[in-house]
T-cell receptor, first 113, second 114 residues
């Protein structure tokens, strides 16, 4: 079984709809991250969390919110989706005090019409 | 703030030829550097990483990278490319202070001609 899973894998929605992307991990890592990938722009950090009570904004947090329901779960929400949020979204985890390697989920492809 | 530059957006090589993908970073302290690969429709897989010690690091799939502090570079190399290496490659630097985040370059897309 995959260590970092993301649901859904693909989603098409309409402008103005609320969308939630979910990430779960079985690696026991305390740090979790949400990135978005756009062609030609690489990956950019949206939010990150060091534990359940520690949530931090990344480079491009406007229009997004997150929830860390448990150590293993980190959800990303788009309260009112807009077309320029069409992108590939990745969740990642990292163990504090480890090798500083981040482990990525398979990604969620989101299309906002 | 840290940054990563991958000067080449797209590179095309013939199968069996050697490969070098360039990466330059900006970071005040000793960097933790990574190369990830993303195959079409897939997530990111770690190829190799540099933390300290030997400046030439070996990774998976026959890749290696050399850290050159004087040039602020961490170039990825492979002596003989296989068609299955066609993918997008991302260099990243880790910030150990504050956000503990990875900052990625914009990626280099590799095409392989049979």
């Amino acid at each position: 079984d995959a260590d970092v899973t993301q649901t859904p894998r693909n989603r098409i929605t309409k402008t103005g709809k609320r969308i939630m992307l979910e990430c779960s991990q079985t690696k026991g890592h305390d740090r979790m991250y949400w990135y978005r990938q756009d062609p030609g722009l690489g990956l950019r950090l949206i939010y990150y969390s060091f534990d359940v009570k520690d949530i931090n904004k990344g480079e491009i947090s406007d229009g997004y919110s997150v929830s860390r329901q448990a150590q293993a779960k980190f959800s990303l929400s788009l309260e009112s989706a807009i077309p320029n949020q069409t992108a590939l979204y990745f969740c990642a985890t990292m163990k504090a005090g480890g090798t500083n390697e981040q482990f990525f989920g398979p990604g969620t492809r989101l299309t906002v019409l | 703030a840290q940054s990563v530059t991958q000067p080449d957006i797209h590179i095309t090589v013939s199968e069996g030829a050697s490969l070098e993908l360039r990466c330059n970073y900006s970071y005040g302290a000793t960097p933790y550097l990574f190369w990830y690969v993303q195959s079409p429709g897939q997530g990111l897989q770690l190829l190799l990483k540099y933390f300290s010690g030997d400046t030439l690091v070996q990774g998976i799939k026959g890749f290696e990278a050399e850290f050159k502090r004087s040039q602020s570079s961490f170039n990825l190399r492979k002596p003989s490319v296989h068609w299955s290496d066609a993918a997008e490659y991302f260099c990243a630097v880790y910030s150990g202070a504050g956000s503990y985040q990875l900052t990625f370059g914009k990626g280099t897309k590799l095409s392989v001609i049979p």
